[in-house]
């Protein structure tokens, strides 16, 4: 059974303390690893996608990167508005099944 | 933009009732999925598509059944609504192998 673990559970930092959200993985046949940012009330919104160990994607403040077992999700100098649940999901199985991690609660304080 | 429209944001049902959530997207992508999405539990998936006609179950089927006679829409249906049923229910589509878009959810609670 594939299983995806985020750590911590929730992260509280000051604002412009860079830190790195973590999810681990034990999946057979990886096809690609996502993070989302999901706010109170809504949707997941999609922000990066990472298809083979040692790929990295930017954008902003953040930095996916992608190992064989795990993916961190680095935070350079967060602000307020980047409060929010960071969620990592996989995509394995010939017919693209997609399993998310329990999700990291980020709160950065002004 | 990729619209993924889920037909009611909120709903209230009695036990015992049956229930029915719709989904539609509008990029005539291949795959749909139905997550539940509760405090601690993070997204659990419930069942997803992968073509017309064809499902999978996901990891908490139990109580659930889902349709897709159309590509562009994925009904999940709650056969006989129980209190434990009260979640938030989200749907996405994606391509194959390509991010998975979100509706915005549906908050239903079973009384």
């Known amino acids: 059974e594939d299983q995806v673990t985020q750590s911590p559970e929730a992260l509280r930092l000051q604002e412009g303390e860079s830190s790195s959200l973590n999810c681990s993985y034990t999946?057979?046949?990886?096809?690609?690893l996502f993070w989302y940012r999901q706010d109170p009330g809504k949707g997941p919104e999609f922000l990066f996608t990472?298809?083979?160990a040692g790929e990295e994607k930017e954008k902003e403040r953040l930095k996916a990167t992608l190992t064989k077992k795990e993916s961190f999700l680095h935070i350079t100098a967060p602000k307020p508005e980047d409060s929010a649940t960071y969620l990592c999901?996989?995509?394995?199985?010939?017919?693209?099944?997609?399993?998310f991690g329990k999700g990291i609660t980020l709160s950065v304080r002004p | 933009d990729v619209k993924v429209t889920q037909s009611s944001r909120y709903l209230v049902k009695r036990t015992g009732e049956k229930v029915f959530l719709e989904c539609v997207q509008d990029?005539?992508?291949?795959?749909m999925f139905w997550y539940r999405q509760d405090p601690g539990l993070g997204l659990r998936l419930i069942y997803f598509?992968?073509?017309?006609?064809?499902?999978e179950k996901g990891d908490i089927p139990e109580g659930y059944s889902v349709s897709r006679e159309k590509k562009e829409r994925f009904s999940l249906i709650l056969e006989s609504a129980s209190t434990n049923q009260t979640s938030m229910y989200l749907c996405?589509?994606?391509?194959?192998?390509?991010?998975?878009?979100f509706g915005q959810g549906t908050r239903l609670t079973v009384v």
């Open positions: 996405a589509s994606s391509l194959t192998s390509i991010e998975a878009f």
């Open positions: 999946v057979s046949g990886l096809r690609g």
């Open positions: 990472l298809y083979s």
């Open positions: 999901a996989v995509l394995t199985g010939a017919n693209s099944k997609l399993t």
């Open positions: 990029m005539d992508h291949e795959n």
């Open positions: 598509s992968y073509d017309v006609k064809m499902k």
